[in-house]
């Protein structure tokens, strides 16, 4: 290598020397170091104009290879290696640069067709190796640049026969690389570019067929691969990999509802046959994603909906299958809503997917340990959520029930310790912060039909309450989404519920996890600019921003002087219709919370009846606020209750002595 690199190529008869002796070091993967030099001595030949005299001879296959008692070596071997090369993660961008240049010189050698366009493209994919372009960002994003170069080349040869060979090329390539190998993964993409640009129907199904059958979808890089393979042949030749993966996964249900050998059932029941139809299961969505609006609304429901049904059906129900049918459901939802808007999906295709994903809801409910697949399920709802017609009313509120007690409730508090120590800790949290914003979204589409309603009594108050940390902080993360969906669509019917959201959230001010204490005051100013808007009042809300603020202090006296403040605020925009909720609401924290939420319910049903006692006495029936004061007397857990309990009754009192005294000493 050091030899070759200090060889001076002007020298009196270098180039006989060199060429095409050169061409050895090229296509042999243990001579890959070896293509720097060669290509600064290719590129040192094609500046002397030495290579333009000696092109028919010197790479006529057959001289080649009695040369170097290999295979033959053809533009297409020549071409699929050095794009291997390039294409490559682990090349190095000096080893990929070297590939390109070779391209460069070569050109005339691979197709004659391509120079003008490689003089012009490859040049600007070296500018990105060097760095100098910097709207490049990562290997994913070279990739992508390299396969659309390969695209346009065949697109300039327009040569059938060419692209044939070169598919073959890469084939034979791909079949011989280890799973392990990094090229691997390129030369799937690679090879799908190329059948992409194929024409004939019956060599694209044979090699897909062939690198179906032959990848081993155990390993998570094959499957991937497979779903590439599929993907990028598919994007000129839709129908045709569509028809491919159809009769593919035909073999795989063969003899689902027929009489089979028991070698056979042994064959499809294997781990390997399972992995395999996980993996066609995401193709199928992945396909959806590169269809037209056309292929999609001929092709969608019958074949590309329909093998994923099939397929899971005969699939077990383990976590890789689920996972791989709530990705498909994603992908082609999302498909079908962004190519297909105006269109309507099938109602009945549309009832099934929802019936599968209440199944696996109802069975996540019932206890099953912390698994992404819930998660997963919010996601996919989200996006067929989103397709004409609308789901019926009741399937979607028991749906969206469903949804808030998985992502709410669970992970426990017990559970949520295991996960933080895991290793894949990291991933399950951000999975759940992503669920919990698809529920918000959820929201937005189930709105424009529902009333809040059953939204509030089934996911608020139940979880506010809670002795759980992450399941206080998850419900009010989605009573902020949720009150922020009904401020922006102007959602009135949210005010029935002001009494008791403002009696859930005051407690929640002073909560021992600082992220619960800000979303708190998030929904209470919510809260209050919904009533503005309803009523047509305008309601002095104050700086309540600036006092959270306060509520990030580690004192937790500081905390509860805040929590006091935003009181005052809030209390001045509240309507004694409300009164009884918001009791019942504190009631439900003395005999649920502790610590400080408890003493923030106190100073806030404190700091209300001062505000507004004389007006509840002299406008309300004071019987049932009675009631209440005294049944958290006698069920009185926590003495931390009773200054307020009596500083209640005084207050009432003072304001109306008989009504107070005769209501709070004889039941009614």
């Known amino acids: 290598m050091d030899i070759l690199g200090s060889l001076d190529v002007s020298a009196s008869g270098m180039t006989k020397l060199l060429w095409p002796r050169l061409l050895l070091y090229v296509v042999p993967a243990q001579y890959t170091g070896m293509l720097i030099p060669v290509s600064r001595c290719v590129q040192a030949l094609a500046e002397r104009g030495d290579l333009m005299v000696r092109e028919i001879e010197d790479l006529d296959p057959h001289f080649l290879s009695s040369m170097f008692q290999g295979p033959l070596l053809t533009p297409q071997t020549l071409l699929a290696r050095l794009l291997v090369v390039a294409g490559s993660p682990f090349a190095g961008s000096e080893l990929q640069a070297a590939a390109l240049l070779l391209m460069l010189n070569l050109h005339g050698k691979i197709h004659r067709a391509v120079g003008a366009m490689w003089a012009s493209e490859i040049p600007l994919l070296l500018q990105c190796l060097k760095g100098k372009d910097e709207s490049f960002p990562d290997s994913a994003e070279w990739e992508q640049r390299l396969l659309k170069f390969l695209r346009v080349s065949l697109a300039t040869m327009e040569d059938e026969a060419w692209t044939k060979g070169l598919s073959c090329e890469l084939s034979r390539w791909l079949s011989s690389s280890p799973s392990s190998s990094g090229e691997k993964s390129f030369l799937y993409k690679a090879l799908g570019t190329v059948l992409g640009a194929c024409k004939e129907v019956l060599h694209i199904q044979g090699k897909l067929l062939q690198h179906l059958e032959e990848a081993n979808a155990e390993e998570p890089s094959e499957a991937q691969g497979m779903i590439s393979l599929l993907s990028h042949a598919a994007e000129s030749n839709f129908h045709t990999v569509l028809d491919t993966l159809t009769t593919f996964a035909s073999r795989l249900c063969k003899g689902q509802n027929g009489r089979i050998s028991r070698r056979k059932k042994m064959e499809l029941d294997s781990r390997r046959a399972q992995a395999t139809r996980s993996a066609l299961i995401r193709a199928h969505g992945s396909l959806a994603l590169r269809a037209s609006k056309e292929q999609l609304l001929a092709r969608l429901e019958g074949d590309i909906v329909g093998n994923i049904l099939l397929l899971y ?211 209470l100013s919510s809260l209050l600019r919904i009533q503005a808007k309803a009523t047509n009042r305008v309601i002095q809300t104050g700086d309540i921003g600036s006092l959270c603020e306060g509520l990030n202090d580690r004192s937790t006296v500081c905390q509860l002087q805040t929590s006091s403040k935003i009181a005052r605020i809030v209390c001045r925009s509240f309507s004694l219709e409300h009164t009884i909720d918001f009791m019942m609401a504190i009631k439900d924290t003395f005999r649920k919370a502790k610590g400080m939420r408890v003493r923030a319910a106190g100073k806030w049903m404190i700091t209300f009846l001062q505000m507004h006692g004389k007006d509840i006495c002299r406008d309300l029936d004071l019987s049932p606020i009675i009631y209440i004061l005294r049944s958290c007397m006698s069920s009185l857990q926590h003495s931390t209750n009773m200054p307020f309990l009596c500083q209640a009754v005084a207050i009432l009192t003072r304001c109306h002595t008989d009504i107070t005294i005769d209501s709070f000493f004889h039941r009614r």
């Open 313 to 523: 059906s005969c699939s077990c129900r383990d976590l890789q299958n689920t996972l791989a049918l709530l990705q498909s459901i994603m992908d082609f939802s999302s498909a079908f809503q962004a190519a297909c808007d105006s269109a309507c999906f099938n109602p009945s295709l549309k009832g099934k997917l929802l019936e599968i994903l209440t199944d696996l809801l109802k069975k996540y409910c019932l206890g099953t340990p912390v698994s992404p697949v819930p998660l997963k399920v919010v996601l996919a709802l989200e996006q067929l959520s989103k397709l004409k017609p609308s789901l019926g009313s009741k399937d979607t509120c028991d749906m969206l029930i469903l949804c808030c007690k998985i992502i709410v409730t669970h992970p426990s508090a017990e559970m949520m310790l295991k996960i933080r120590k895991s290793q894949q800790a990291a991933q399950y949290l951000q999975l759940l912060q992503t669920s919990l914003k698809a529920l918000g979204r959820l929201m937005v589409v189930l709105l424009e039909t529902e009333t809040t309603s059953g939204f509030f009594q089934n996911i608020v108050h139940r979880s506010m309450t809670s002795g759980n940390t992450w399941e206080r902080k998850r419900a009010l993360q989605t009573c902020s989404q949720l009150l922020a969906v009904c401020e922006e669509r102007g959602r009135g019917d949210a005010c029935k519920h002001f009494g008791s959201l403002v009696g859930l959230l005051v407690p929640l001010t002073c909560d021992p996890m600082p992220t619960s204490r800000q979303l708190a005051v998030t929904c």
